[in-house]
């Protein structure tokens, strides 16, 4: 019998693939496909498309075995924690949590504004402000509709994903009756020179792997999973694939239809590809459900956000305010709406600079560092149950640690002067709160 303070495990495989398919298919195809075919100059970004793709694969193997290992809520903070804390304490897993406070809030915010840049559609005359605005109100009613229990937000992110699915579907439809392959393949002169295709494919990679953030999601939720050694790896690999797949039908039938010059300078590119294929009423459509589709990575990432600092508090490492459970419907409510009020700072910035800045801050602290916790807790914990094993092991760790290593060098000097800046801070901060408290590296008291 569980305790009053305890979650409830209530989440399916099904519902678990939903809720991960449904953050990483929100704004990111839809606002990154003009963002890619400008760095990349041409349709050879369906290599970005698909290096992309293939780092995500790579990492969920890695996210496969040490969710289903170490399943409970906090995903990234269990693992940093179970990897390094016996040589520097709670040091990695506070930076973790550290982060995320500023990296979730960049993520989450990117999909406000791509909504919002999509109601331009029926507003052309908004204003810059007044669109940062309807980025804040988007952020405000997700807060709302997670303000109930788990078996309602599962329900809910089903409806949403239903949305997402048929999105996707008129859209790939439509470029399939539609599809031009002069047009898909009208590569230009010197696309594929060695030293211009790969310095495009660092920034193609960084834009499109931000298309698949979220895959992980519900291995922050394993207290709230049934069968959390099973579901989680199932849900990871399965809406990886997915969602690549829908990806890259979707960008190719767009350049198939629409010239990449022409949709390389469109905000709202799912727009332009409805209404010349359609009409008005196809436009006004298709926009209704990308709307739809962006509100539901809004939604289904503040869900898995809200539950990493919640674990953290629980276990003394972080603010003991972020443990609190809304007494009635026991959800991290504290959690939930400091995330939410950082992503409404967060949404009056350009999309460009949010989506640089919150690869580089992610991913030192917690892709690459994910990767070295993984191999040290093989030779740490050789008897750890695994229910899911990386295969090929170590192969698909290291490839994807240089991937990652590529992104982060392609983001560009601000995002990683800001990554650097916030990890530097985030250790003095650490380092200033054990000093004060000495119950931690590396002024713990002895005993």
Known sequence: MR???????????????????SQMMGAGPFITIPLVLTVMGGPQAMFGWIAGAALALLD???WSELGSSLPGEGGTYNYLKAAFHDRTGNLMPFLFIWSVLLATPLTLSSGAIGLANYAKFFFPGMTGLQTKLIAVAVTLLAVALLYRQVTSVAKISLVLWIGMILTVVLIVATGLLHFDPHLAFDFPKGAFTPNKFFLGLGAGMLLSIYDYLGYYTSAYMG?????????IPRSI???????????????IGIIGYVPWQTAAKSSNVG???MTKAWGPWGGTIITLLIIWTCFASVYTGLLGASRIPYNAAKDGVFFKQFAHLHPKMKFPNYSLLVIGAIMVVCCFFD???VIN????????????????????LRKKRPTLQRPYKEWLYPVPSLIAFIGWGFVFFSSGKSAISLAVVWTVVGILVFLGRSFVVKNDWPFKKRA
Do not use: H, Y
């Open 223 to 231: 207290d709230e999973l049934t069968q959390p050694g099973k579901t």
């Open 271 to 273: 727009s332009l590809f």
């Open 60 to 62: 969920g193997q890695i």
């Open 351 to 353: 999309l460009t600079t």
């Open 357 to 376: 800045a919150l690869m580089a801050v992610q991913i030192v602290v917690q892709f690459m560092m994910q990767i070295i916790a993984l191999s040290v």
């Open 237 to 251: 690999t399965l809406s990886i694939l997915f969602v690549a797949l829908i990806d890259l039908l979707m960008n």
């Open 3 to 21: 305790e009053q303070g305890e979650l409830e495990r209530k989440i399916g495989t099904f519902q678990a693939i939903t809720i991960n398919m």
